[in-house]
């Protein structure tokens, strides 16, 4: 059976260079396919909202929505880690709140880990969490639930000045008890930096070849999420196509009458359809 992995493996992964590989899950079967891949580890995302919800964003996903899919997804998947992603209103206001919050993914949910999106302003908030005892994954680059104050979903860290202010985020993570760290839609240059200056896990989401791992959303590299698609993703399957053809080829056999065939059907027992028929007769 598979061993699940603890924030130690992670740190020794990290040492010995070994890649470790994440994926985003919102379902049962989507965990439970990615633990039958041997994935190290599966995010909860509050990219929900625009997988599964049909959100333009991520600002309307609520805590009960990502506590019921991380649910969801430890069933699936119960020797993975699992990281619950906190929403957006459910640790900004206040350090009470990140701790109450973390606390229910834990208890609701059974995630190993949470994750939050923020530099030094959220530092408070990891401080808190992990002195409650919890782990806390770091986010930062491109934090799509602040995508109003970076003007747009773009890449972050373009510039030595924006860089800068990257590394003095990811330093603060770290000081603040992070144990992994996440850096989204940030150069290739700007990520190594921070790999190589931390000595938590740091991983990439689109920041390039040089972090500790890697993290992908399922339903961009399964090619179901169809609205947009950032230069870093990469399409590993086509299933929103396998999807689309399955509904017409099932559609276009009920029309025709060639679905349900027999071998579909349930047999009464012997000699049973007679007598049912007989009985319905209409008498005269
Ligand atoms: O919600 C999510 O899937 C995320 C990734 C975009 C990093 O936070």
Redesign the pocket.
Known sequence: MKKKLTRFDFQKKKQKQEKITWV?AYDYPTAMFAEKAGMDML?V????GMCIYGYDG?IPVTMEQCIGHSDAVRRGAPHTFVVG?MPFLSYQVSVADAVQNAGRFYKEAGVDAV?L?GGRRVCPQIQAISDGGMLVIG?IGLT?QSSGQLGGFKAQGLTCESAAALIEDARAIQEAGAFAL?V?AVPPEVCKVITDMLSIPVYS?GAGIHADGQ?M?CHDLLGIFQAFTPKFVKRYADIGRHMESAFTSYATEVREGRFPTSEHSYRMLEGEAEKLLKAVEPSE
């Open positions: 985003t995010l995302g509050d990219s929900l991520t992603d994750k999106e986010h799509p996440l989204e989401i993290l959303i």
